[in-house]
């Protein structure tokens, strides 16, 4: 199930998506309007964590062009106004919630499971990335309409941070933060052991990798077909 976080924050953009995809989600980050809005054209997803004091363009604008596409994508607005006339607004202007900051993880969790509940999306569907097929909810991975395999917990955080980033380098310090968490113990050598692993799970020949492949002296990309290399 895809997210998209929204926020100019960068820090609080960055925890928002590390607490979702703990959870099992596939996020998708902008930072501002336009880029939101491109995403929301291109990745479709699922439901939308949008800010309301954005640059240039701000969350209301970006919520009334989405709204103006007829999508019915559920959409939570974040910021630090309490005003009881900006919730009314943004509500009147399609929002389905309304948070304010600054808020706990475990609240924000839990509004997005109740948003989706209600918009009859809760359980995910298969994600599909090219030749691969991931399933979230049993935590297993399928290549070329394969048998599904099953993925350790941490084999399956950094195949979905490399999904999120299909046909880019995702660096070695943003897949380690991914994976062992802000405050966790991995390390370029962890990292390694890990890729090597996934790589025995989805590819015809590891020694060989065609979809996990290294970039030298950055860190690892994502291929989503084997015709791309």
């Known amino acids: 199930m895809k997210i998209l976080v929204v926020d100019d924050d960068l820090e609080l953009l960055s925890l928002i998506a590390f607490a979702l ?3 099992g989600y596939l996020v998708v980050e902008a930072s501002e309007g336009a880029s939101a809005l491109a995403a929301f054209a291109n990745e479709q997803p699922d439901l939308v964590v949008l800010d309301y004091n954005l640059p240039r363009m701000n969350g209301l604008e970006v919520l009334k062009r989405m709204r103006a596409e007829e999508s019915r994508v559920p959409i ?3 910021t630090v106004r309490s005003d009881e006339e900006d919730q009314v607004e943004a509500l009147d202007h399609g ?10 993880p475990r609240t924000l969790l839990a509004r997005v499971r109740a948003l989706l509940r209600r918009s009859g999306v809760e359980k995910p569907a298969p994600l599909v990335c090219g030749d691969l097929s991931i ?4 935590r297993s991975v ?3 309409e394969g048998s599904a395999v ?4 941490l084999e399956f955080r950094l195949l979905q941070m490399l999904v999120a ?3 880019r380098t995702v660096p070695v310090e943003r897949l ?3 994976v062992w968490g802000y405050r966790g113990t991995g390390d370029r050598q962890l990292l390694k052991q890990l890729v090597h692993r996934l790589r025995q799970k989805i590819e015809r020949d590891p020694a060989a990798p065609r979809y996990l492949v290294t970039v030298s002296g950055i860190g690892y990309m994502l291929r989503a077909s084997e015709e791309e290399n």
């Not at 929002?95 to 706990?104: G, V």
């Not at 399933?135 to 049993?138: S, T, Y």
């Not at 099953?150 to 917990?153: A, D, V, Y």
């Open 150 to 153: 099953p993925l350790t917990k």
């Open 95 to 104: 929002a389905d919630d309304y948070l304010t900051k600054p808020f706990s």
């Open 135 to 138: 399933d979230a909810e049993n």
């Open 21 to 23: 995809r703990q959870t």
């Open 165 to 167: 980033h299909a046909g």
């Open 142 to 144: 399928s290549v070329r």
């Open 76 to 78: 939570m607005m974040l």
């Open 176 to 178: 380690t933060s991914h």
